[in-house]
């Protein structure tokens, strides 16, 4: 078995020992179960009330990963770990990889149980439109997973203090879940347009139509909550083209923009990490 394969496996074993990981994964039940109760009536008529509901998904999944993916690196040189597992076979680029692995492993097995759990609850309370509206909607919640888990391990890969790894991450949280439409929309509309208030809601801008300002909608996109609530319809409407026929109303080049920026999310922020990690003065 090679170093990555270890270090995965025993990322797995430790996660499944661990209490935080079930605590977690049922606090993500609890969310849902929430959200289906107070909102039951309202799903009932919508058009895709089981993509509707990743709502909860959206804003609850960073929380998730930057909770048991923030130490993945920077945990094993604050203890001092780090020396015994470079002792072994493997390289620090094992040790990255493998700390990805693992921790993907871990996430979506979580992740994924309560979809599919929630995917049954939906369907048979409300119906849905077919198989493409639950394997492209979890498809896409997979590559949300990805990208959360990228930026987070390359975070902790890339700073020796666990305090400032925590301090970062949570910083990207509210950037990207509080202040995004406030603060960094209304700063590119300054620059574009010469004024803060985009005339967009902000809410209509999430799901791209045919009448927002280009700019708008690959400035929204750079934001991965964003690319996910996009993705999470137009996917589903892809599959349904390839394999029912028909024709989607979504801008092909925006929705496209925001899952090349979560397959970016989930890419760069690992490899930048990994080259600050490998020049890393470890002793």
């Not at 509901?53 to 609850?60: L, N, S, V």
Request: proline share 4%.
């Amino acid at each position: 078995m090679s170093a990555t394969l270890q270090i995965a496996r025993a990322e797995v074993t430790d996660a499944i020992r661990s209490r935080v990981l079930w605590v977690v994964a049922a606090v993500l039940g609890l969310f849902v179960i929430t959200r289906l109760w107070l909102y039951g009536d309202l799903l009932a008529g919508t058009t895709y009330p089981f993509l509707s509901t990743f709502d909860t998904f959206a804003e609850f999944v960073p929380l998730l990963v930057i909770i048991l993916g923030y130490r993945a690196v920077v945990g094993e040189r604050d203890s001092g770990r780090i020396r015994l597992l470079l002792g072994q076979p493997g390289r620090r680029r094992d040790i990255v990889t493998g700390k990805y692995v693992g921790r993907a492993a871990t996430l979506l097995a979580v992740v994924l149980a309560v979809a599919l759990l929630l995917s049954a609850f939906v369907v048979a309370q409300f119906g849905t439109d077919g198989p493409t509206e639950i394997v492209g909607g979890l498809a896409v919640l997979v590559l949300y997973t990805f990208a959360w888990l990228g930026v987070t391990v390359g975070v902790s890969s890339t700073f020796a203090s666990e305090t400032r790894v925590v301090g970062i991450l949570i910083g990207l949280y509210a950037l990207c879940v509080v202040l995004w439409d406030t603060l960094v929309i209304s700063l590119v509309s300054l620059v574009v347009t010469g004024q803060t208030d985009t005339g967009v809601d902000p809410l209509a801008g999430r799901f791209a139509t045919l009448e927002e300002p280009a700019w708008f909608l690959y400035a929204n996109r750079l934001n991965p909550l964003h690319a996910f609530d996009g993705a999470r319809y137009y996917v589903p409407d892809l599959l349904d083209i390839a394999f029912v026929g028909g024709t989607t109303t979504a801008p092909h080049a925006p929705n496209l923009f925001g899952l090349g920026v979560l397959l970016a999310w989930a890419t760069v922020p690992v490899l930048v990490g990994y080259w600050w990690f490998q020049r890393a003065d470890l002793d």
